[in-house]
């Protein structure tokens, strides 16, 4: 970028004179907050000044409803919840887990992530437990789930109804109590691969359909042991 010289203070027998205000404006539409502003005067004393932009929301609590459309959430510690923790309202919203957890009560009607009627929600890289449902997805497709636990729920890891096209790759999601998988109504072309759960806790009801996958590494050895 360009640099601009601006004036700071003026010191006359030891005593400075700051010109004030000095602000600056940074914006990039591609950030959550896409525009910045900055008070250089605030900071007399600092030479090094860093004006920071944050490329999506944090989450550091069951804030309950994520409506911001095209946003990055990214989630900043574990997580407690007695009720619904997430809500999605608005189509591409991406929640980044960075390894924690959310931990409900088994509260009845208490949903870890509830998606209804928006598409393309993607949720990666965390743990769910102890929700009545891990994920709820009704009337929302698109649905991908990457490195993800679900477990401990006190009916089901992952429930859809009216819910297509869904891809759930690299997790595990045993240990719910009624099912681990459920998909219901006319719950199309849904693929899960590399997920762990038994195939005994998996329900696929009326029209509905999934392929469910895994990728293996197959060593082949001769009858000398040499692979």
């Keep these: 970028s360009d640099l ?9 027998g030891g005593v400075k004179s700051f010109y004030s205000p000095y602000s600056i404006n940074v914006t990039n539409s591609s950030y959550f907050n896409a525009s910045v502003t900055y008070n250089v005067s605030l900071e007399k004393t600092n030479i090094n000044h860093n004006v920071v932009m944050s490329y999506g929301p944090d989450l550091g609590a069951c804030v309950h409803t994520l409506d911001v459309i095209n946003t990055i959430y990214t989630v900043k510690n574990d997580i407690s919840s007695t009720s619904k923790c997430w809500t999605i309202a608005a189509n591409n919203i991406t929640i980044n887990m960075s390894g924690f957890n959310i931990t ?3 509260g ?3 949903y870890g992530i509830d998606i209804r009627g928006y598409n393309n929600t993607v949720i990666r890289d965390g743990f769910i437990y102890d929700f009545d449902y891990g994920i ?4 929302a497709n698109n649905i991908s789930t990457q490195n993800l636990v679900i477990s401990k729920s006190a009916s089901y890891g ?3 109804e009216q819910s297509s096209d869904n891809n ?9 109590d009624i099912n681990d998988i459920y998909f219901v109504t006319g719950s199309a072309d849904n693929y899960i691969l ?5 195939m005994s806790n998996e329900f696929v009801g009326g029209t ?3 392929t469910r996958q895994w990728y293996y590494k197959a060593y082949v050895n001769d009858t000398s042991g040499v692979v």
């Design 136 to 139: 709820r997805a009704f009337d």
């Design 194 to 198: 590399n997920v762990s759960y038994p």
């Design 208 to 210: 509905s359909d999934l």
């Design 104 to 106: 409900g009560d088994d």
């Design 158 to 160: 992952f429930y859809g």
């Design 168 to 176: 759930l790759t690299h997790g595990n999601f045993s240990g719910n």
């Design 108 to 110: 009845s009607g208490d």
């Design 4 to 12: 601009l010289e601006l004036t700071d203070f003026i010191n006359v």
